[in-house]
């Protein structure tokens, strides 16, 4: 009879099956649903449920997913997450691992957005070649936004701050509602006529998809394309990309940014006025430093053109050349007597006697040497020899058996085990003196 073999699971065995399950078994999951009890720990994650009539899902958002949101969620909203089901092994609940989360009804209007985008940019709209240079120096800036809003107030205090020599012209137009890419369009296209501006920037403050669909809309960015005067978009906040910024010519993240970005700095021009003036300061005392110098040199090559002082000039000439004249003859003959004296020496060292006495010498060391080797080697050889012998009868075996042992061999082999032997074989047994045959029993 088989047995049924049963496999007994802990509780943390199960959930971690169980979690395997899920995260393999289901890939990106999408849940629309109304938000509720939302929870926002110090450690930065939310967590929250998902629910509709009938039933409801536990849900987390980790960092720093968590901050790139760009809604703030609250209980009751409706809204649209993406993530994996996964097991928190722990309570033994699954949950679902948010990792993008947005209001319910912004895929429609992301998907216009791409649209758009795709088809704009198919038309070369945003192709970097038809975009215009923003100039270096704006004398004059038309300003596209709310007066109400917080943008131009950002705006106009970064410029006063930079460079208040610029002039702003504040173009007031709605930013938010249908009837907002119209006026903003048109707007454009009166600024663009009337000549009056360096440069356009259009600009709001941050928001949803939806807050941000007046610069998101096709009408407005043909009129962008058209313009002739450079335009500058600054929608949102940083993370926010607009059709207008793709269509401008200069994309800036924030309104501060482009305000920025349009003008100098006036502390950095101070400084580089300053410095400006400074080497022109350095610049000036250097020429004339070098025009002294060029009349002292010139100075000095009219006077060394004088006869009299050409004439004192080859007299000194003349006489360097005869003191250094004087000086090698005497260099030369010194290094021939130096040279003739080691000549000398090396001849009295070689002579015949000399190398003939040192030849006996050394032969007479050389014998003495060798014989007292030949006796050191004899003496080491005895040495060894005798150790050899005294090493060779402390392990010959003959003198194991001079002390009663004896070798019993079985066919001419040495016996080392029991086992090698059978009842009824025939042994021999080797003494110190003699042999013994033997029989098996």
């Given at each position: 009879?088989?047995q049924?073999?049963?496999?007994?699971?802990?509780p943390s065995?199960?959930?971690?099956l169980?979690?395997?399950?899920?995260?393999?078994?289901?890939?990106?999951?999408e849940v629309e649903g109304e938000?509720s009890n939302?929870?926002?720990?110090?450690?930065?994650?939310l967590?929250?449920?998902l629910k509709?009539?009938?039933?409801?899902?536990r849900c987390?958002?980790?960092?720093?997913?968590?901050q790139?949101?760009?809604?703030?969620?609250a209980?009751?909203d409706?809204v649209?997450?993406?993530?994996k089901l996964?097991?928190?092994?722990?309570r033994?609940?699954?949950?679902?691992?948010v990792?993008?989360l947005?209001?319910?009804?912004?895929?429609?209007?992301?998907?216009?957005f791409?649209?758009?985008?795709?088809?704009?940019?198919?038309?070369?709209?945003f192709?970097?070649e038809r975009?215009?240079p923003?100039?270096d120096r704006?004398?004059r800036l038309?300003?596209?936004t709310?007066?109400?809003?917080?943008a131009?107030?950002d705006v106009?205090?970064?410029?006063?701050r930079r460079?208040?020599?610029?002039?702003v012209?504040?173009?007031?137009?709605?930013v938010?509602?249908?009837?907002?890419?119209g006026?903003?369009?048109?707007?454009?296209?009166?600024?663009?006529?009337s000549?009056?501006y360096d440069?356009l920037?259009l600009?709001?403050?941050?928001g949803s998809?939806?807050?941000l669909a007046?610069?998101?809309?096709?009408?407005?960015?043909?009129?962008i394309a058209?313009?002739?005067?450079p335009?500058?978009?600054a929608?949102g906040?940083?993370?926010?990309?607009s059709?207008?910024?793709?269509?401008?010519?200069?994309r800036c993240?924030?309104?501060s940014a482009a305000?920025e970005a349009?003008v100098p700095?006036?502390?950095?021009?101070?400084?580089?006025l300053?410095?400006?003036e400074?080497?022109?300061?350095?610049?000036?005392a250097?020429l004339?430093?070098?025009?002294?110098?060029?009349?002292?040199?010139?100075?000095?090559?009219?006077?060394?053109q004088?006869?009299l002082?050409?004439?004192?000039?080859?007299?000194e000439?003349?006489a360097?050349?005869?003191?250094r004249l004087?000086?090698?003859?005497?260099?030369?003959?010194g290094?021939?007597r130096?040279?003739?004296?080691q000549l000398a020496g090396r001849?009295?060292?070689?002579?015949?006697?000399?190398?003939?006495?040192a030849n006996?010498q050394r032969?007479?060391?050389?014998?003495?040497?060798l014989?007292?080797s030949v006796?050191?080697?004899?003496?080491t050889?005895?040495l060894q020899?005798a150790?050899?012998?005294?090493?060779l009868?402390?392990?010959?075996?003959?003198?194991?058996?001079?002390r009663?042992?004896?070798?019993?061999r079985k066919d001419?082999?040495?016996?080392?085990a029991?086992s090698?032997?059978?009842?009824?074989?025939r042994?021999?047994a080797?003494?110190?003196e003699?042999?013994?045959?033997?029989r098996?029993?």
């Amino acid at each position: 009879m088989s047995q049924i073999e049963r496999r007994i699971l802990t509780p943390s065995q199960l959930n971690a099956l169980a979690r395997s399950l899920l995260e393999d078994s289901f890939g990106l999951v999408e849940v629309e649903g109304e938000l509720s009890n939302l929870a926002r720990p110090a450690s930065g994650h939310l967590y929250f449920s998902l629910k509709d009539r009938n039933a409801q899902v536990r849900c987390a958002l980790f960092r720093p997913k968590s901050q790139w949101l760009r809604f703030k969620p609250a209980d009751g909203d409706r809204v649209l997450a993406r993530g994996k089901l996964s097991l928190y092994e722990p309570r033994g609940d699954y949950q679902l691992i948010v990792e993008h989360l947005e209001p319910a009804g912004e895929g429609a209007l992301r998907a216009a957005f791409e649209a758009l985008k795709a088809k704009l940019q198919a038309e070369g709209l945003f192709s970097t070649e038809r975009k215009r240079p923003i100039p270096d120096r704006v004398a004059r800036l038309g300003v596209l936004t709310s007066p109400s809003g917080a943008a131009v107030h950002d705006v106009l205090s970064v410029l006063r701050r930079r460079f208040p020599l610029v002039e702003v012209e504040l173009l007031p137009v709605p930013v938010q509602g249908t009837e907002a890419p119209g006026q903003i369009a048109r707007m454009v296209a009166r600024a663009d006529a009337s000549g009056r501006y360096d440069v356009l920037l259009l600009t709001r403050g941050g928001g949803s998809l939806e807050d941000l669909a007046a610069f998101n809309d096709e009408g407005l960015a043909r009129a962008i394309a058209a313009c002739r005067t450079p335009t500058v978009s600054a929608v949102g906040h940083e993370i926010d990309v607009s059709i207008a910024d793709f269509v401008a010519d200069l994309r800036c993240p924030t309104p501060s940014a482009a305000a920025e970005a349009l003008v100098p700095d006036r502390s950095v021009l101070a400084q580089r006025l300053q410095r400006a003036e400074q080497r022109l300061q350095a610049a000036g005392a250097r020429l004339m430093r070098e025009r002294a110098q060029q009349l002292d040199r010139l100075a000095l090559r009219l006077e060394a053109q004088r006869p009299l002082r050409r004439l004192q000039r080859h007299g000194e000439l003349l006489a360097r050349t005869g003191e250094r004249l004087h000086s090698v003859i005497e260099l030369h003959l010194g290094q021939r007597r130096q040279r003739l004296a080691q000549l000398a020496g090396r001849l009295r060292g070689s002579h015949p006697g000399r190398a003939l006495a040192a030849n006996r010498q050394r032969l007479e060391s050389l014998r003495r040497a060798l014989q007292g080797s030949v006796a050191a080697q004899a003496r080491t050889r005895a040495l060894q020899l005798a150790q050899l012998g005294r090493t060779l009868e402390a392990v010959s075996p003959l003198q194991t058996l001079q002390r009663g042992y004896s070798v019993l061999r079985k066919d001419g082999k040495p016996v080392r085990a029991a086992s090698q032997v059978q009842p009824g074989d025939r042994l021999e047994a080797q003494l110190a003196e003699g042999k013994l045959d033997l029989r098996s029993l």
